[in-house]
């Protein structure tokens, strides 16, 4: 059965099984990098907001033998964890004062979207484009978003200038920045009962130069070591554990993303932030565009050869990312001294 096919059963059977009026439905999205996605909507003729599934993950599960039956409960009991309870008053998008807190921003990259740039007000940052968003609701499982489109502008009287302060201003009080040491990602992932992972900016003591290494800094990466973590971030066993040996994780690697981690490498351009992670690290630093989602941090003395992190973004890319969740292939570089962001 292709994925197609697989769609049409579990539409099918999902309708059969949901009550009071809620239906299922093939809907067809238009995703990040123009990347075209197929999955379930579920809606609920009381409420104007309706979720999709992406069925990519059960898809696989159901080639791996796993039963049809067994797959709709889970997506009936997702879509129960996941709708909205209430509508959303449409009429609040032409009103500037009922959205303007709530409007943030997220980064993409800006070739592969230049034709959705043509109709959304965005700026330009190296070959990346700031896009922007009103956040309906936010939860660890997912968002309710509504892109900011150039008529959107036009109802409520602002020029495009005017949005990147006031979603930055947002997007740090709504989804402020969270640093994490990728150990400690590996592990959540790896293991249910971890705890939340230290946000390293909420460690004051650490805002002196060089203190995030404590007593000693640790080695060199490899390029196999950032492979192994991030293969590891992202690929675990059916039993929520990872079989190879924990050995050699490095102590060096950030991730940067936000509360959600969803459209976390936004963090990358909120005010200060970088100065911040630099001020703890005492030096300059490489940014690895792992996703959309979050970024991964280097220390400039524990990065790899340019071309080696390079070949490490693309390879990840290509291996661990989905299409639509791609940022960049580029690596970038955070110079403290200067301040600034390029493109390495």
Known sequence: MDYQKFLCVVEKKMNQRLKGGI??????????????????????????????????????????????????????DFYEAVKYEESWDTSKVERYEAVQDKIVFKIIHTEENKNLLKEIPHIDVLDLSVVFYVLLEAKRNGTATMMIRNEHLEIWGMEEKELFPLACKNAQRILPA???????????????????????????E??????????????????????????????????????????????VMFVLTNPCRNYGAACLLYPDIMDMIGMMMGESFYILPSSIHELI???????????????????VNETQV??????????????????????L
């Open 206 to 251: 650490l805002f002196k130069r060089g203190q995030i290494w404590q007593d000693e800094k640790p080695e060199e990466l490899s390029k196999e070591t950032v492979e192994m973590a991030v293969d590891k971030s992202r690929t675990q066993d059916g039993n929520g554990k990872e079989n190879d040996d924990d050995e050699g994780r490095p102590d």
């Open 178 to 204: 969270r640093l994490f040491m990728m150990k400690e990602i590996v592990e959540e992932i790896l293991n249910p009962e971890f705890e939340e992972p230290q946000n390293v900016l909420d460690l004051p």
């Open 297 to 315: 941090l280097v220390p400039q003395s524990k990065g790899l050869e340019k071309t080696e992190m390079e070949e490490l973004v693309k390879e």
């Open 23 to 76: 239906t299922a439905s093939i809907h067809i999205a238009v995703k990040n990098n123009g990347k075209i996605k197929k999955g379930i909507m579920v809606e609920n003729p009381q409420i104007n907001i309706s979720p999709t599934i992406y069925l990519e993950e059960f898809y696989e599960r159901f080639q791996k033998g796993e039963s049809l039956e067994r797959i709709i409960s889970d997506l009936i």
């Open 322 to 343: 989905k299409d639509e969740d791609q940022l960049s292939e580029h690596v970038y570089f955070y110079d403290r001294n200067m301040k600034g962001l390029f493109i």
